[in-house]
């Protein structure tokens, strides 16, 4: 059961590099931000993992924090792009 | 080695700028009060600790009673006695002089769109209300936060102390609201804290090797086999220290800061803040570390004074500022300060100069001090600090 | 060479990256991000250097929990001085010409 | 043999970082930033601190993202309003390319130096792991983190409560009640109705983890921190989600609770010197009640002075009405 659990704990790991190319070239800030909430959930399923490979079950209250504080960054996000509008472009304003 | 336990003096040194620092922030009507009180009952702990240091010897004393590794110890010897009675004397006479200097009008900034300040309990005098609220709490954190440092011999503690301090210290400099103040506060933040990381490395550095971070328990330890753990974690230390206390060439955040910050807080960073790293150095290198600094590395510390005294006194004479040209005899008189490290190490020279180090530390905070409260009091009475044009302000105040 | 190690180096390299941004970026923000980043590397460090034992050490863990904390109170000052940098100057970065010698 | 697992995890930090340094764009930094505080928080579990997982889980990449996010809106909006279309380029530092190189070449030498010294370190692994293990039972907490924040070193802690203190105190120093946050929020008027039931959702689900991360740092990883972080997470949702509080004026209460922590830290220290003990030497059997005390009260300041530090500056006095005007003149 571990073994499997740490194998697909790997696995989710190696699909937030994939996220993490989406961050890197954006194009928008709305891509690179739902990419890194994207984290915050894989996050999540990996701490649950790890708890099913013998982690403990102290890492279910970290799994909760995780999700929970995930989002404030996701209004912080929000807030940031409707105090911030730009005439026509909505929130892709840092288009590169 | 004495145990302090039934003289709680040591802890007062620090509990009560603390305390008094949250009385401040509680009441900013009653700051100036609060400041003064706490800057005279401090008198007591001081003598009480000079007293019981003159006739038993070190003290110290085990917090929460938890005897070190395991716990946090304070120590009182005769350095750092030394400069708590510096502190305090050169902190009493600044805090005089700011309750009159906030109390008065604010010169260099406008604040008259500021809203009452304080529940509306200070709607006469809205901005000075703001900077003399901000002074005394920052100022008496300032305080507990020297004294800490003096006393501790923890070396994670004395990087909380130094956190406490630089914090403290930068907010002080942005009470002057203009932007060079602003930009000069901005640099000198982010070298502190630069100075601050670079010591925790070292301090962490030091616990992986040695497994402590009383300061006498590592002298023991280094006192084995060196490996290379040591001497990389004085330097990492070193270096964050070097930075704080804007020895050259790491000075240049020094005079911005201390030529632009409010007359009573450049009195302080330049009399006590730099010297409370200065003093965390001579620590490190002539008790902890002792047996790990080498001559040359002490003999390089000294060119670098003496270059120093030479480049902040020729910077000093080109000012056109009053207050910079103060700032960087600051640089130069800090030069002068590191000569100790090759002076002392001499074999026949030791004791000279370290009496004439320490002597000159307490010439330099006083001086220094008086410098710019008179700086600051000039800078009042002529509304600015030109050099050219001072001179003939003051004839006509004649 | 353990995990443990692996860790403790990276957190050294960590630290490195954010000295190097620290010297070369500009911007105010750009550059508090980078202590940051060197802060996350000291605590790398001290963790690593805690696992290191059979049941980890706990001390270590109280000093980055104490670490983080100041960080983030460093952090919000710095943020909030350079906001009052770019309001007053226009731009969130320091001139060079401040100090006059350097 | 070094699992997998944590080998990428150290590759993707150590990727995520550079990319989140060298960004040119700064919200694309951030952002980077925010993933490599949850990597982060992976890699601590992956050491076996699961106090430091949750604290920086709240901290690390929630709050100090949070801060980072509004900081550069604050900063666009500050910009656009100097008629600057584009953010103005960064400049150039130091001297051309021998600069950046000598730059480049004296940090990789520092580095390696410091990586040859933790390479070097002594196999033997000295620590005070042991020494808290026996005087664990006499410390009224069963954790051992708790234990040592608490007790064994809560003169620290005393300390960095304290700069929390001087941190809100510096901000209010630093920014004034003119500043523009605090009146745009509140004309960036409607919140949509989605973040409201979210909140409303959520709000007290974190104050119910905050109690629960409170108690349970007697027995287990939690405390006042973690306690303390999910709590001005709540508080930061709050001020995003209600405009007028952005511009709710200063009141008595903010003070005294951003004061609690260390006024009852500090009050329960003398109180124990008064009565003939050391600072913070607790009675035998009254250990664990003065530590949740203490932490109780430290908690709540730390939940208030995260979320009035994001609120970033000194809350209006007396007249909500947001009459302020800011300057914002070009050099």
Redesign the interface.
Known sequence: MSGFALGAAVLLLLTLVAGMVRVVRGPTAADRMLAAQLFGTTGVAVLLLLVLAGGGSVLLDVALVFALLAAVVGVAFARRGIAAPQPGRGGGHERE | MTDGADTPSLVCLIALPLAGAVAAFLWPRRAPAVGLGVAGLLWIPVLGLLIRLVSQGEQQYELGGWAVPLGIALRADGLSVFLVLMVTLVGGAVSGYATGYFGGVCWGSSFSSLPPAEDGEDGRDGGQAHERAGFWPLWLFLWAALNALLLSRDLFNLYVTLELLGLSAVALVALADAPVALGAAMRYLLVSLLGSLAFLLGVALVYAGYGTLDLPMLKAALGGPVAPVGPVALGLMTAGLLMKTALFPLHFWLPPAHANAPAPVSALLSALVVKASFYLLLRLWFEVFAGVATSGAMRFLGVLGAVAVLWGSYQALRQPRLKLLVAYSTVAQLGYLFLLFPLSSAAAGGFTAWAGGLYFVLAHACAKAVMFLSAGSLMRAAGHDRLADLGRRCARCR | ??????????G??????????????????????????????????????????E?????????????????????????????????????????EE????? | MIPALDILLIVALLWLARQALVARDLFKGVVLFIAFGLLLALAWVRLRAPDIALAEAAIGSGLTGALFLSTLGRLRRMEREAGQAEPPPEDGRRGGWTGGFLTAAGTVLVTALLGWAVWALPAGAPGLGDAVQARLGESGVSHRVTAVLLNFRAYDTLLEVGVLLVAIVAVWAVARADFPFVTRNAEAGSVPPQQTALVNLLVPVMLVVAGYLLWIGATAPGGAFQAGAVLGGAGVLLLLSRPHWAVLPERRWMRTGLAAGLLVFLGVGLALVIAGRRLLEYPAGWAGALILLIEAAVTLSIGLTLTLLFLGGRPAAGDPAPTMTHTNQQP
């Open positions: 060479m353990t995990a443990t190690t692996l860790y403790a180096l990276a050294i390299a960590l630290f490195g990256l954010g000295l190097h941004a620290l010297i070369v970026r500009a911007h105010l923000v750009a550059r508090i991000l980078a202590l940051n980043v060197m802060g996350a590397g000291v605590f790398m460090f001290l963790i690593a250097v805690a696992a290191r034992n049941t980890p050490d706990p001390v270590p863990h109280a000093l980055v929990l104490t670490g983080i904390v100041v960080a983030v109170s460093a952090t919000a000052l710095a943020l909030v001085l350079a906001l009052r940098v770019q309001a007053v100057r226009g731009r969130a970065g320091l001139a401040e100090s006059p010698d350097a």
